[in-house]
């Protein structure tokens, strides 16, 4: 039988004479030099700072292994189709070469981590190979790769966790925990910033950032309001508030370990710079002043928009009567949920939602719609953040102490009976400005917990709390910038049990934040008593990319949560159930929002009975930058077709159309 060898080029492909030659592939990798030919910086790896060369074992051809030109040939796929197979379908190829033993291929990726310093052999997500075929594979690429010499295997999944725990110590292993302790350079938010340089220690006060600045803090703020770049010295939770309000102006923020003492920044304090946020590292520069001036007004939506509020609807309305157009009078939270409690499936709280006609029938018994309409035209508040701070919270203790109308009250205090004699409650901001295409608004409203058996007094004092909180500095300062009329929003309160026993809480985004074209599901989990969403600087959560892509669920652990001690919050069956959750509300909700979101923000809770119980639901936009949008694949356009129907012609006749089937593990 002729030898597949003479299916491939010489590893050097043809070049101009007096340039670097670009190379298919290399047969072993002896210097660093050689890896730098091959290596790949791609921006959409979950973790930054890295360099890949991806990597082929033929089991079929004597283990013969291909380390390959990744900037190329970013897909295994598509450099086996291109020289070694070029019957092979795409389908069935991912599932025999990934999840079955009696495949052809060995496919992985070497990485080099160059925070920490890590050189690891991985696989895909969804690759199932056993402890023993893990061990022979490193070993293989060790002896083939002469410039590095500790090799270590990092998992990335469940199973490929469970196979690195019967290795014995044949292999070294690199775990999330260890890999996530070296990492210096976080991307949260991509994107080009330009802005004042201004070092914030300790905590941050809303009023003292403007929107022209790029904010370097030495903590991860509670709150962030509208500015031009963020940076943190130290980790973020990626899902949590202020990395979701980043997202949703477009403003770029990333994580710099020690940030705030660096000189990187120390000494461009005060001055104008370029800050450019990428996948794979940071850069700051001087800026030139009519550059940052048309990015700012970029930036600001042109024209002051008012929501929507139907002022009529009175009374109490069951979560599960509401539907889409509910939002116009209890707003998008509650409306959101009710559609939740139509998909078969998932389980909510329940609850009911108290509409917008109650929130402004207070205003106008305490008398206060003249002084706010007063207010927002005052020279002092509108140019001065420190006045605005003041007056804001004057308004909302005239709110907090008008008495709650007793109808209403008794209403709620009747309503709330058949759960709270069993457990708290919490009232829930539902606004007509959050939880809508284009503006998402995480965080900017009170919620407020209710004890079990609550008084009267109690229950006003929630009432008023989350009705005041519509004039939170965050709040105003978040509207203001995106040119809300304050004096159309109106407060709609979603009021549900709590859901008591509680052991971890969630938010995940029913799309891939970090490559355009792959469907998956990003996840994040963490324990009850902190929160994924209000995460404190460096407290990681468990953080998982499943793949949908490929019809079955592939997880990849990007991070195990970092009060976990390196235990698991989710158990295998519980990532596939709630996947399958997150996909129902991803088909049912999405095409609601069609061409204004790709994506549902998710927030759950898990209990102690290892249920899920949905929060809520929101539409979500992910912006993909160049360095992680998709790309055209080598073959994709006519001519590589046809190439590809000749070289399959080609093969027939080299071949007498006979296929290989030995497979090999030694080498």
Same mark, same amino acid.
């Given at each position: 039988m002729p030898s597949e060898r003479a299916a491939l080029p010489s590893p050097r492909t043809a070049g101009a004479s007096r340039a670097p030659?670009?190379?298919?592939?290399?047969?072993r990798i002896r210097? #660093?030099?050689?890896?730098?030919?091959?290596?790949?910086?791609?921006?959409?790896?979950t973790v930054a700072r890295t360099e890949t060369v991806k990597f082929l074992i033929d089991l079929h051809n004597g283990a013969k292994t291909y380390f390959l030109d990744t900037n190329k040939w970013?897909?295994?796929?598509?450099?086996?189709?291109?020289?070694?197979?070029?019957?092979?379908?795409?389908?069935?190829f991912n599932i025999r070469e990934y999840t079955q033993d009696e495949r052809r291929f060995v496919l992985g990726s070497l990485m080099h981590y160059l925070d920490g310093g890590h050189w690891t052999v991985e696989l895909s997500g969804g690759d199932t190979l056993s402890a023993e075929r893990i061990a022979w594979m490193v070993e293989h690429i060790a002896a083939r790769v002469g410039c590095v010499a500790d090799w270590m295997f990092r998992p990335v999944s469940p199973q490929q966790i469970m196979q690195a725990a019967r290795l014995n110590g044949r292999v070294?292993? #690199?775990?999330?925990?260890?890999l996530n302790a070296s990492v210096v350079y976080q991307p949260v938010v991509l994107g080009v910033a330009y802005g004042h340089v201004r070092l914030i220690r300790g905590a941050l006060q809303v009023s003292a950032v403007r929107p022209s600045d790029i904010v370097v803090s030495e903590l991860v703020p509670e709150q962030i309001p509208p500015v031009a770049g963020l940076v943190t010295s130290q980790l973020q939770a990626p899902l949590a508030h202020v990395a979701v309000l980043c997202r949703n102006r477009h403003t770029p923020d990333m994580s710099l370990r020690g940030a705030i003492d660096l000189d990187v920044f120390t000494r461009w304090e005060g001055q104008l710079v370029k800050l450019s946020v990428a996948g794979q590292d940071y850069t700051?520069?001087?800026?030139?002043?009519?550059?940052?001036?048309?990015?700012?007004?970029?930036?600001?939506?042109?024209?002051t928009w008012c929501p929507d509020a139907d002022l009529l609807p009175r009374g109490l309305f069951e979560?599960?009567? #509401?539907d889409v157009a509910a939002a116009r009078f209890v707003g998008a939270k509650a409306a959101q949920m009710g559609r939740l409690a139509h998909i078969d499936g998932l389980t909510i709280a329940g609850g009911f939602a108290i509409p917008f006609s109650a929130y402004r029938d207070h205003l106008e018994a305490a008398g206060l719609n003249a002084e706010i309409d007063a207010m927002l035209h005052e020279d002092a508040f509108v140019r001065d953040a420190g006045v605005r701070s003041v007056r804001l919270a004057a308004l909302r203790a005239a709110i907090q102490q008008h008495p709650v109308r007793g109808e209403l009250l008794a209403k709620?205090?009747?309503?709330?009976?058949?759960?709270?004699?069993?457990?708290?409650?919490?009232?829930?901001?539902?606004?007509?400005?959050?939880?809508?295409?284009?503006?998402n608004g995480a965080g900017l409203?009170?919620?407020i917990e209710v004890s079990a058996m609550p008084s009267p007094q109690q229950v006003a004092d929630a009432l008023r709390g989350v009705w005041a909180s519509v004039w939170l500095e965050r709040a105003f300062e978040e509207r203001d910038w995106y040119r809300i009329d304050h004096l159309g929003v109106a407060m709609g309160v979603l009021v549900q049990p709590f859901v008591e026993g509680a052991v971890a809480t969630g938010v995940a985004i029913t799309g891939n934040p970090y490559k355009q074209g792959l469907d998956a599901m990003f996840i994040n989990t963490q324990w009850t008593g902190a929160t994924v969403t209000g995460a404190q600087g460096d407290q990681l959560p468990e953080q998982y990319l499943v793949a949908t892509w490929t019809g079955t669920f592939e997880p990849e652990l990007i991070s195990r949560s970092s009060l976990a001690g390196g235990v698991p919050i989710l158990r295998d069956e519980e990532l596939v159930d709630l996947t399958t959750q997150l996909l129902q509300v991803h088909r049912s909700l999405l095409a609601e929002h069609a061409g204004t979101a790709n994506a549902m923000d998710v927030e759950f809770a898990l209990t102690r009975e290892r249920g899920f119980v949905m929060l809520q639901a929101r539409p979500y936009r992910i912006v993909y930058s160049l360095d992680r949008a998709g790309r055209e694949r080598p073959g994709s356009g006519w001519v590589q077709r046809w190439q590809g129907r000749l070289r399959r012609l080609a093969y027939q006749l080299r071949t007498g159309w006979r296929r290989r089937t030995v497979l090999s593990w030694q080498a």
């Open positions: 030659r670009r190379l298919e592939y290399l047969e210097t #660093l030099d050689e890896w730098s030919r091959l290596h790949a910086r791609p921006g959409h790896h970013e897909v295994h796929f598509d450099f086996v189709h291109r020289f070694l197979d070029p019957y092979a379908d795409y389908e069935r070294p292993v #690199l775990s999330s925990d260890a700051v520069e001087l800026a030139d002043p009519a550059e940052a001036q048309a990015a700012w007004a970029a930036r600001r939506p042109a024209a979560v599960a009567t #509401l709620v205090c009747e309503r709330l009976q058949p759960w709270a004699l069993q457990g708290r409650s919490i009232f829930r901001s539902s606004t007509n400005a959050e939880d809508l295409d284009g503006f409203y009170d919620s």
